[in-house]
């Protein structure tokens, strides 16, 4: 009797040390967001202010891809940090251009040349929870690319898209109501 006794402690005290990101993955839910609350945001990289003695103009953000960060450039030699997920290789770029455009809970229509690679993808998406964009889109010009949020938290900090710049739907949301259209974007490649 005493030996099932311990024997059963020793196995839930193994599980609680071998699951605390899985605690941790619960406890973060989604915040409260128009009809989409059901998924979990969890991201290892977390938002944090920095010091910034560079040239750029408070609102202008500098997508750092070999870094996987992204820089707000805020006023008073700062700028907000943030984690983000880059394209893979092959889908690396670089170059200067503007917010041209932002939307909540945005549509996804797949590129032509995406679908080339991923036939089984769907032709488009309504925004929502399950959507690839996320909460938040930020388009970049005129080009294919956004700084969107994702429905794959998990992928913050690596490289792995098709050359958007990806961020986690708290995180997006953030940059999204600290940024105007027409807001500088350097991507530094």
Same mark, same amino acid.
């Given at each position: 009797?005493?030996?099932?006794?311990?024997?059963?402690?020793?196995?839930?005290?193994?599980?609680?040390?071998?699951? @605390?990101?899985?605690?941790?993955?619960?406890?973060?839910?989604?915040?409260?967001?128009?009809?989409?609350?059901?998924?979990?945001?969890?991201?290892?990289?977390?938002?944090?202010?920095?010091?910034?003695?560079?040239?750029?103009? @408070?609102?202008?953000?500098?997508?750092?891809?070999?870094?996987?960060?992204?820089?707000?450039?805020?006023?008073?030699?700062?700028?907000?940090?943030?984690?983000?997920?880059?394209?893979?290789?092959?889908?690396?770029?670089?170059?200067?251009?503007?917010?041209?455009? $932002?939307?909540?809970?945005?549509?996804?229509?797949?590129?032509?040349?995406?679908? $080339?690679?991923?036939?089984?993808?769907?032709?488009?998406? $309504?925004?929502?929870?399950?959507?690839?964009?996320?909460?938040?889109?930020?388009?970049?010009?005129?080009?294919?690319?956004?700084?969107?949020?994702?429905?794959?938290?998990?992928?913050?900090?690596?490289?792995?898209?098709?050359?958007?710049?990806?961020?986690?739907?708290?995180?997006?949301?953030?940059?999204?109501?600290?940024?105007?259209?027409?807001?500088?974007?350097?991507?530094?490649?």
């Amino acid at each position: 009797m005493r030996f099932d006794s311990l024997l059963r402690a020793g196995l839930v005290m193994a599980s609680l040390v071998a699951a @605390p990101a899985a605690f941790a993955f619960v406890v973060q839910q989604a915040p409260t967001d128009q009809r989409y609350t059901d998924r979990p945001m969890v991201s290892a990289i977390q938002r944090e202010t920095v010091s910034y003695n560079g040239p750029y103009a @408070p609102g202008t953000i500098i997508v750092a891809t070999s870094e996987r960060r992204l820089y707000l450039v805020l006023g008073d030699h700062q700028a907000l940090k943030y984690g983000i997920g880059v394209g893979r290789p092959g889908f690396t770029w670089g170059g200067v251009l503007k917010v041209s455009m $932002k939307k909540e809970w945005p549509d996804w229509t797949p590129p032509t040349a995406m679908l $080339k690679r991923r036939p089984d993808l769907p032709r488009h998406m $309504k925004g929502g929870i399950d959507n690839p964009l996320g909460a938040r889109a930020l388009y970049l010009g005129s080009s294919e690319y956004r700084i969107h949020g994702s429905n794959e938290p998990d992928t913050i900090g690596q490289a792995v898209s098709s050359g958007c710049i990806r961020m986690t739907n708290d995180d997006v949301k953030d940059l999204y109501e600290r940024v105007s259209v027409g807001a500088k974007v350097i991507v530094e490649n």
